[in-house]
């Protein structure tokens, strides 16, 4: 079992930047996959990126270029720095667990935080 928590959201103005960090708890962090999803009002939860346990990563179009994506297997954390935040990527924004591969669908992440909101202004 794997616990999810993410921290680091809040509110900024357009162009502005935000780390969200992603604590989990469990021996095999290392292992896993992890991913970050978001999900804004009346819209469906949407892939952002996605780093393996090599440390190979992937990124959805929409953020490619202004967020990254890394990990620290000693802390057993993944942060989400983003960089030149626009309004639509307000959402809430979710850290996910997967034991391998580098997966962009949401069912096939295995565990979940809880989320942590990002507002951006205009």
């Known amino acids: 079992q794997v616990q999810l928590v993410e921290s680091g959201g809040g509110l900024v103005q357009a162009g502005g930047s935000l780390r969200l960090s992603c604590a989990a708890s469990?021996?095999?962090?290392?292992?896993?996959?992890m991913g970050w999803f978001r999900q804004a009002p009346g819209k469906e939860r949407e892939f952002v990126t996605t780093i393996g346990w090599t440390g190979a990563t992937y990124y959805a179009e929409s953020v490619k270029g202004r967020f990254t994506i890394s990990r620290d297997n000693a802390k057993n954390t993944v942060y989400l720095q983003m960089n030149s935040l626009k309004p639509e990527d307000t959402a809430v924004y979710y850290c996910?667990?997967?034991?391998?591969?580098?997966?962009?669908?949401?069912?096939?992440?295995?565990?979940w935080g809880q989320g942590t909101q990002v507002t951006v202004s205009s």
């Open positions: 469990g021996r095999t962090f290392s292992s896993y996959a």
């Open positions: 996910a667990a997967r034991g391998g591969g580098l997966p962009r669908l949401s069912p096939d992440y295995d565990y």
